[in-house]
């Protein structure tokens, strides 16, 4: 914790702001992320928070990885304490692992997650698991572990959001986008992120005629 002592004052201003970058990471780019729907930004997950200055002009700046890092390790640190009596608790998998998600220590959390979805897998935790994924360049492997989800949970509006994203972000095929997306209208008809949901189909419908894989402008967000 050196770097936190070294510079107390920018550190707590810092400190603040990063639980609400933790926050943003958790829904960039793709909606809805692990527990709730969440602000959206970029394209590329952490990118957008990347370079934001702490809130209120200061001198203190962005935390660094290794700053994050080292607030994942103290946070899951009880955890892994408990984690030694039940080493096969999917919960607290899940816990530790969503926590370096989080930090985006994308490695460790994949460590985690695997771990936890290998002993219980739902839709919440192979939700996550596809972000890991998806931000360490698998797009294939994080649309098959979304299409698992769906086989526990067809209608789960998270996992058809972000499926849909990862279509078409990540793979630029608005025909399976749009097909995630109108499910995801059908089984959700009140869900709050509905209005998006459908103003998105229709931008993606105007890219229908272009082959998978072609530049495209991207749904706004």
Do not use: C
Not at 81 to 99: T, V
Not at 145 to 169: C, E, S, V, Y
Not at 198 to 215: R, V, W, Y
């Amino acid at each position: 914790m050196e770097a936190i002592d070294q510079h107390p004052k920018s550190w707590n201003s810092t400190k603040a702001y990063t639980m609400a970058v933790i926050a943003l990471i958790l829904g960039l780019a793709i909606g809805y992320l692990v527990n709730s729907p969440r602000e959206t930004g970029s394209t590329v997950p952490g990118a957008a928070v990347a370079q934001r200055p702490v809130p209120g002009g200061g001198k203190g700046t962005m935390p660094s990885a290794d700053d994050l890092k080292r607030m994942a390790d103290k946070q899951v640190a009880p955890l892994l304490a408990e984690l030694q009596k039940n080493p096969k608790d999917p919960d607290l998998l899940s816990k530790i692992g969503q926590s370096y998600l989080a930090a985006q220590q994308f490695e460790t959390a994949q460590h985690y997650l695997e771990q936890s979805v290998a002993v219980k897998a739902n839709p919440e935790n192979l939700n996550a698991l596809s972000f890991v994924y998806y931000s360490l360049g698998d797009v294939d492997k994080a649309i098959e572990t979304l299409n698992r989800a769906l086989k526990i949970d067809p209608k789960d509006p998270k996992i058809l959001f972000n499926l849909g994203m990862f279509q078409w972000h990540g793979k630029s095929d608005p025909k399976a986008a749009i097909a995630a997306w109108q499910t995801f209208v059908k089984a959700n008809p009140n869900d709050p992120k509905r209005p998006e949901v459908e103003k998105m189909i229709a931008q993606a419908k105007q890219h229908l005629n272009l082959p998978p894989g072609a530049k495209t402008d991207k749904p706004s967000m």
